[in-house]
T-cell receptor, first 114, second 116 residues
């Protein structure tokens, strides 16, 4: 069975500082994809970044980077130079190569302080 | 470009009433379609997914059902709503394909259901 664990229910970060949101996963699939989504208070789910399990380099998208440590089964999201607009819920998700299903963690609520 | 539409955005229904939420995707063909539910302050629970017309996989036994009458249309239904059906319902799609871009799940704006 696949599982995503996000152990930080809430996080605070000062504006312009970097923050790391933790995500660990468990799967028996040899190949899988890892995702991060942002959910503002409006409720929409916004795709941020994707990491394939066989990608050699950590994924980056602008101020977002994914710290992928395969041996530790972790896929932490790093947000650099935090902005007030980054305040939202953040969800880690996974899909194994042998399934159509995407499973999500319970999320981390990030609050950026001015 | 591809877009996903989901409606209604908000609805308030009495216990025991029927439900129909609709989702359509434009600009693509043969997408994989998904229904998720998010209880207040919680994560996303996969309810149904579909890889083709008439092909529905159910993840959670409950009083909800899903149908895919057309290639790009996905409908979530209930004959009799329960209080526990309240929540935020999200439709999503992904493109068929083997490239990395086909991995991304794209969500609709969501439907907020309150059952009284």
């Amino acid at each position: 069975a696949q599982k995503i664990t996000q152990t930080q229910p809430g996080m605070f970060v000062q504006e312009k500082e970097a923050v790391t949101l933790d995500c660990t996963y468990d799967t028996s699939d040899p190949s899988y994809g890892l995702f991060w989504y942002k959910q503002p208070s409006s409720g929409e789910m916004i795709f941020l970044i994707y990491q394939g399990s066989y990608d050699q380099q950590n994924a980056t998208e602008g101020r977002y980077s994914l710290n992928f440590q395969k041996a530790r089964k972790s896929a932490n999201l790093v947000i650099s130079a935090s902005q007030l607009g980054d305040s939202a819920m953040y969800f880690c998700a996974m899909r194994g190569s042998g399934t159509y299903k995407y499973i999500f963690g319970t999320g981390t609520r990030l609050k950026v302080l001015a | 470009s591809q877009t996903i539409h989901q409606w209604p955005a908000t609805l308030v229904q009495p216990v025991g009433s029927p439900l129909s939420l609709e989702c359509t995707v434009e600009g693509t063909s043969n997408p994989n379609l998904y229904w998720y539910r998010q209880a207040a302050g919680r994560g996303l629970q996969l309810l149904f997914y579909s890889v083709g017309i008439g092909q529905i996989s159910s993840e959670v036994p409950q009083n909800l059902s899903a149908s895919r009458p057309q290639d790009r249309q996905f409908i979530l239904s209930s004959k009799k709503l329960l209080l526990s059906d309240s929540g935020f319902y999200l439709c999503a799609w992904k493109r068929n394909g083997a490239d990395s871009g086909a991995n991304v799940l794209t969500f609709g704006a969501g439907s907020r259901l309150t059952v009284l």
